[in-house]
């Protein structure tokens, strides 16, 4: 199984924080990486799929970047609704695997 | 627009069978485009592929539950099902469906189910 770290596993930041979250693979997965964002008591929501592409309805303050192993989310302004946890996962084979998530929480 | 809709019982005893059903509206369940995943989270934890289906009944399983799971699928109905047998507490979670676009791209999981609590208890 391809394994996924992501760090760091909590922050608290303020509305209109630059919030920037890696994520690392056990292996090179190219550019099979996406993430997603849950809030409390609702299932994930896709952000970006291959590294780097807004999901349709994604607000352009999100960006992916990345290759190889070593991959990052930014959030350019945080948001109020922006509090939540965010999860990247891997489909470059299965067992598809989804890292341990990331909480933002409000400073 | 795409929705899936978890059903089936919310708790099961230890040793039995969950069973759950994915209904899938405003796409067709036989869309070459997609896999029809499973996926499950326990309680304050992370997230678990469980498997998924493609319309030609071409399925990829989870190696840690490939020997309790079956993933099947009812084109007259549209709808795909979930079945894990020799339940335990460790399986408590809740469970969601999910659209994954892998056949026609890299794989990712566009449009999710509410999910649905299932709790091991006797």
């Known amino acids: 199984d391809i394994q996924l770290t992501q760090s760091p596993s909590s922050l608290s930041a303020s509305v209109g924080d630059r919030v920037t979250i890696t994520c690392r693979a056990g292996?090179?997965?190219?550019?099979?990486l996406n993430w997603y964002q849950q809030k409390p008591g609702k299932a994930p929501e896709l952000l970006i799929h291959?590294?780097?592409n807004l999901q349709i309805g994604v607000p352009s303050r999100f960006s992916g970047s990345g290759s190889r192993t070593e991959f990052t989310l930014t959030i350019s302004s945080l948001q109020p609704e922006d509090f939540a946890t965010y999860y990247c996962?891997?489909?470059?084979?299965?067992?598809?695997?989804f890292g341990p998530g990331t909480t933002v929480e409000v400073k | 627009q795409v929705q899936l809709q978890e059903s089936g019982p919310g708790l099961v005893k230890p040793s039995q069978t969950l069973s759950l059903t994915c209904t899938v509206s405003?796409?067709?369940?036989?869309?070459?485009?997609?896999?029809w995943s499973w996926i499950r989270q326990p309680a304050g934890k992370g997230l678990e592929w469980i498997g998924r289906?493609?319309?030609?009944?071409?399925?990829n399983y989870n190696p840690s539950l490939k020997s309790r799971v079956t993933i099947s699928l009812d084109m007259s109905k549209s709808q795909f099902s979930l079945k894990l047998t020799s339940v335990t507490a460790a399986d408590t979670a809740i469970y969601y469906c999910?659209?994954?676009?892998?056949?026609?791209?890299?794989?990712?999981?566009?449009?999710w189910g509410q999910g649905t609590l299932v709790t091991v208890s006797s």
């Open positions: 999910a659209r994954d676009a892998g056949p026609s791209s890299t794989s990712f999981y566009d449009f």
């Open positions: 405003g796409d067709s369940i036989n869309n070459g485009n997609y896999y």
């Open positions: 289906i493609y319309f030609t009944g071409s399925i």
């Open positions: 292996q090179n997965i190219g550019s099979y």
């Open positions: 291959a590294i780097s």
């Open positions: 996962q891997q489909s470059y084979n299965t067992p598809l695997t």
